[in-house]
């Protein structure tokens, strides 16, 4: 395939990033998540106080020798991220205090627009093997859209109903994956030393992206990204440069189920709803001239008029403004507020919007 005129759908691309990522057509994807190197090496951190390595840890997995050269090859990944995404684009790119930092400052240099640092709260965090600092018990994942002016997907409605129908917050408790979810290698080893639970990419691209989207994973490791991808009916690219996480990405996702169409759409907001003049209702008869309206209590009644108002005693004007004047409100919301009758029901007229 010619990767440099047609997108490899739910492909992964072995190679260096950079160099797989300049081979992709520009404007191509809805979302990038990324979950790049954290920069361990330079901090000594990829050793217990024994002076072994930590589990599924090698030397080359974190390779830079200055952070000079670190932030030389975020500033080159970031730069092709920015050209793939499509101008009402999101990234999300995970990290911890070693490097999200940095990732955060070259972000905005090449002009992205964040919208909101989420921390990812670890319910069962690994413990500081040195013992002299705090265990660190979160990660932090910057989204940002790809310029100010994008307009971006966020699909509130979903969030919310993820969160028992409160707002979701920018802190989440997610623990890391354990059991049969970590992958592990031939010795019983983690293969992969960072790799993400499904639970966080599940909220990430139900937050962010739609069935039928488009993602690109620059860092996919073991494929987390990639499985949640094909299980929420998205789309993706994955780039990674070890061949045993390759070999393992591409066992996960053919394991993976795929999620019945009707599961997987976001829940529908009502700031991205279809905009439906109550006076078309009218219009096309749904609701003709003489129909009554009433309360959910029935406790009042008003009249549509021809013209697409409600008459209400002395009151007359939209059914908002007559809503907030029966119920001497500042304001009301007339599509939640007046219902009408259908097959022995009274029924919200908010339903005739769908």
Known sequence: MDISRDLPLDQILRGDCIDMMRM??????????????????????????????????????????????????????????????????????????HNIFRIGSILQDLGFWILNDVIWRKSNPMPNFRGRRFTNAHETLIWAARGQDSRYRFNYAAMKALNDDLQMRSDWLIPLCTGEERLRNE????????????????????????????????????????????????????????????????????????????????????????????????????????????????????????DGTLICGPHRGSIHQVGAAVTNAPSCNGWMFWFFERNGEWVAIDVLRG
């Open 187 to 306: 010795h019983g080893l983690k293969l992969h030393p960072t790799q993400k639970p499904e639970a966080l990419l599940h909220r990430v691209l139900l937050a962010s992206t739609g069935p039928g989207d488009v993602v690109l994973d620059p860092f996919l490791g073991s494929g987390t990204t990639a499985a949640v991808a094909k299980h929420l009916g998205r789309h993706f690219v994955g780039i990674e440069r070890h061949p045993a996480y390759v070999e393992a990405a591409l066992a996960r996702i053919r394991r993976q189920r795929v999620a019945a169409s009707e599961v997987v759409a976001p829940t529908p907001s009502r700031r991205t709803a279809t905009r439906v003049p109550f006076g078309s209702l009218v219009e096309q008869g749904i609701l003709p001239p003489g129909t009554v309206l009433a309360d959910k209590m029935r406790r009042v009644a008003a009249t549509v008029a021809a």
């Open 24 to 97: 992709l057509p520009a404007a191509s994807f809805h979302c990038v998540f990324a979950d790049p190197p954290y920069n361990l090496q330079l901090r000594g951190e990829l050793r217990r106080p024994d002076d072994s390595l930590v589990d599924g840890v090698d030397e080359e997995w974190d390779r830079f020798t200055d952070f000079a050269e670190y932030d030389a090859f975020t500033r080159g990944w970031l730069t092709e991220a920015r050209r793939l995404l499509r101008k009402d684009g999101t990234i999300w790119v995970i990290g911890s205090y």
